[in-house]
Structures are given as structure tokens and as C-alpha cells.
């Protein structure tokens, strides 16, 4: 990666909008440097994602240079050091050295400092503590770049201390393996989840929902989910049983969406999403997402066929009907207690989200306004277009008009 101690990922340092940013920071007497995330991913050839900075210069002096060179600075956590400087419309987080003073396990009582290394020292995880200095230059004082060219997720130091001074860093030790590890977890790291995972509890929802979630997205996540199970932290996470399989399955189809993923791990019926909405705070857009696709399928059904597909959309609409069909097709296939497979034909419940896929969303032909022109009033609009409605999927949505009026005919309210 980086063994002349150089950083290869040129175009990093390229960028002239940061490079402004580490101009205008960097020089008497002070030192900056790119940290964290944008190096790791840098050496592993990905997106630099958000790009912070750690520096000598005390959040004062980071804003008076700022305030000199037009730079727009933002004091986004003045009191721990941070000021977001936005340039040429790109934000870049900078950060003072710093010093753990006191911590419990939520919050941190820091001191600056001018330490790079004593800075390292207090982050996660070693792939995490590479920094890179405007000359191209890479430090790495933990190990950080071995442990990345073998896939290898290890705390800084003990790493009971690390999980102590931020409880969610249990979370991000599975959820970065599930992303950038290799092979099993770190066992030093592991045991010191489990015997950590009470304070979990200290977490807010909100903190422990934003890891969950990225942890679902990520490409690892199935066999880290599997471990996570069996250490019981993921019960405690959802607040209740999980199906690691499940998800499993999921994911060898291609299926990377953390709201299905979630769905799949851990939602059975109305409750199991009413009790995530808790756990996780679920927004509403993602509750109402899970009941509607619960709405579109018995558990028990059978694939179904082609027209049936059709009706399923034109009850439920696509999105919901698609994302049922891909949570029951995981079912497909698994055994149950005796022995028989409880979610059917693997192959049926393919065609039928391949039909999902090609079958156009089957549309009313006719709106109130029609019954209204008709004389209809009240409530018998209403009714009509819903008996309407069910006579036109009964008859497979035909596309003759005349017969479209005669569906509508008979579903006129008597005499």
C-alpha cells in the first residue's frame, strides 16, 4: 500500500479544494493532517468519503486563518475542537489534537494537544488512525496498515479500554469488520463486545440505530449477523429474536437494502415492526414501508403466477408488492420443523418477481368524476368504483373498453 511511507492515492491530495484547506492550516508552526476514513479508504482505492482533518491549531487559530483567506468556517464542536471549513463548496471537518481527560462511555472530557501520535492513540481502530501530512507523507503508529492489507479490524491498545471510553463501538467493530474485514473477527475484539454489550444500553437509540443500519448495508454483514447472534448482542439490538438466515439469504440474492435486510433479520407480523420502531426509531416512512409489504402476502402462500402478480399490484402497488415477493422468495427453499419447505418453490417465487419486474402497474380506467357524470353522489361513488374495482382484477384487467363499461355497468348501484 504505502511502503516508502508515502501515501499512493495521489488524487487525495489533488483535490484543490482541500488542498487549499491544508495550505491554509499547515505552516508556522502548526501541522496538518488528513485522518481517519479519507486515508483508509485512499490505500484501499475507494471514494474518500467525508474528509477530516487533525491539526496542532487550536479551534481560534483555525478560525481566524479561515476568516483571513474567505474560507466560510462553520463551529460545528467548538468546545471538543471541531470547525467544519467549507471550501469551494466542499466541507472538510478539522479537529484539534486531543487528549482524553475523562470519559463515560457516551461523552468525552477533552484537553488539546500537539501529539499526532497520542491523537491516534485515543481513536477506534487502528485502520482508523492513519493520518497523511501535505507532503504525502503516511504515519501510522498502530499498525494500521498491515492490519488493512489483511483484512484485520483490531482496537488501538485493550480493547475493553477503547469500548469503555464509547459503548458504540461495539457496533463499530462488527459493522467495520463487516465492511473492510477478512476472515473471523478479532478474537481480542470479540471478547470484549460481549463483555461490554450491557452498555449498550446507555446508548441513545438514535446512535444505535445509525450503526445497525450501516452494519445491514454492509458487504460482510451476513456472517458478522450470524455472530452477532450468537453472542446475544443482536437480540438486545432489536429488542428481540432475529433470523440471521434469513438475511443471509437475502444477501446472496443481491439484496443490499437495510430496510429489507432488517425485514427479513427480524419482522414476522405487525408487532415484530412496532417493536423495531422502538428499538431502532424506525421513521415512519419505514414502518408504513414494512406493514405494506406484511399487507400484500400470507406467510403460507404459494408463489404466485403471473396474473396473480398483476392483481398484487394493482391492490398494493409496486413497491410494496416487490418487496414482499423478495422477502418471501428468502423463504424459499427453508425446511421447516417437519422437514417440509415452508416457502415453497424457489423457482416460482423467481418467476414471479421476474413478472413483478415486467408487468406494468394495472391502472383504474375510471375515476369519481365518471360515477359523478353518471348522477352518482354520496357514498355510492364510493362503493361503486370499490365493487368496480374488485370485478376488474376478477376479470384480469381487460384492455376492451367495452367491456371495461360493462364492468362498470354492473357495478352500479341498484334501483
Excluded: C
Excluded at 364 to 380: C, H, I, Q, S
Excluded at 386 to 403: T, V
Amino acid at each position: 500500500m504505502a511502503g516508502d511511507g508515502r501515501l499512493d492515492a495521489v488524487p487525495l491530495l489533488d483535490e484543490p479544494r482541500l488542498a487549499r484547506v491544508l495550505r491554509l492550516l499547515d505552516g508556522d508552526g502548526e501541522e496538518t493532517r488528513i485522518v481517519g476514513g479519507a486515508v483508509r479508504n485512499a490505500l484501499l482505492g475507494l471514494p474518500p468519503g467525508d474528509i477530516d482533518l487533525a491539526t496542532t491549531a487550536t479551534p481560534e487559530v483555525v478560525l481566524a486563518r479561515a476568516k483571513s483567506a474567505k474560507v466560510r468556517a462553520i463551529p460545528t464542536g467548538i468546545d471538543h475542537g471541531t470547525v467544519t471549513l467549507v471550501s469551494g463548496g466542499l466541507p472538510v471537518e478539522v479537529t484539534t489534537l486531543r487528549e482524553d481527560v475523562e470519559t463515560d462511555g457516551r461523552h468525552a472530557v477533552v484537553k488539546f494537544g500537539r501529539d499526532f501520535a497520542r491523537d491516534a492513540e485515543r481513536r477506534d481502530f487502528t485502520v482508523n488512525a492513519l493520518s497523511v501530512g501535505r507532503d504525502g507523507r503516511l504515519h501510522d503508529t498502530t499498525g494500521g496498515t498491515d492490519d488493512l492489507a489483511a483484512g484485520r479490524l483490531r482496537f488501538i491498545g485493550d480493547a475493553a479500554t477503547r469500548i469503555r471510553e464509547d459503548y458504540l463501538r461495539i457496533l463499530r467493530f462488527f459493522r467495520f469488520h463487516a465492511t473492510y474485514g477478512l476472515g473471523p473477527l478479532d478474537p481480542d475484539g470479540l471478547a470484549a463486545a460481549v463483555a461490554g454489550a450491557a452498555g449498550l444500553e446507555r446508548l441513545s437509540r438514535e446512535r444505535v440505530r445509525a450503526e445497525t443500519m450501516k452494519l445491514l448495508g454492509a458487504p460482510g454483514a451476513a456472517g458478522v449477523l450470524d455472530t452477532l447472534a450468537g453472542t446475544g448482542i443482536l437480540d438486545r439490538v432489536l429488542a428481540g429474536p432475529a433470523d440471521p438466515g434469513r438475511f443471509a439469504r437475502l444477501a446472496a440474492a443481491g439484496v443490499a437494502d437495510p430496510v429489507l435486510g432488517l425485514m427479513g433479520l427480524a419482522v414476522r407480523d405487525a408487532a415484530d415492526v412496532e417493536r423495531l420502531r422502538d428499538a431502532l426509531r424506525l421513521s415512519n416512512a419505514e414502518r408504513d414501508r414494512m406493514l405494506a409489504a406484511l399487507a400484500v402476502l400470507d406467510p403460507a402462500a404459494a408463489a404466485p403466477d403471473a396474473a396473480a402478480v398483476a392483481a398484487l399490484l394493482f391492490a398494493h402497488g409496486a413497491p410494496a408488492t416487490r418487496d414482499a415477493l423478495v422477502l418471501a422468495r428468502s423463504r424459499a427453499g427453508v425446511q421447516d420443523a417437519g422437514g417440509d419447505e415452508a416457502g415453497g418453490d424457489e423457482a416460482g417465487w423467481d418467476a414471479a418477481l421476474r413478472a413483478a419486474a415486467e408487468t406494468p402497474v394495472p391502472e383504474m380506467p375510471f375515476t369519481g368524476r365518471d360515477l359523478l357524470a353518471r348522477g352518482l353522489k354520496g357514498p355510492a361513488v364510493g362503493e361503486t368504483l370499490a365493487r368496480f374495482r374488485a370485478a376488474y382484477a376478477a376479470a384480469g384487467f381487460p384492455p376492451d373498453p367495452a367491456r371495461r363499461l360493462a364492468l362498470l355497468d354492473a357495478s352500479l348501484p341498484g334501483p
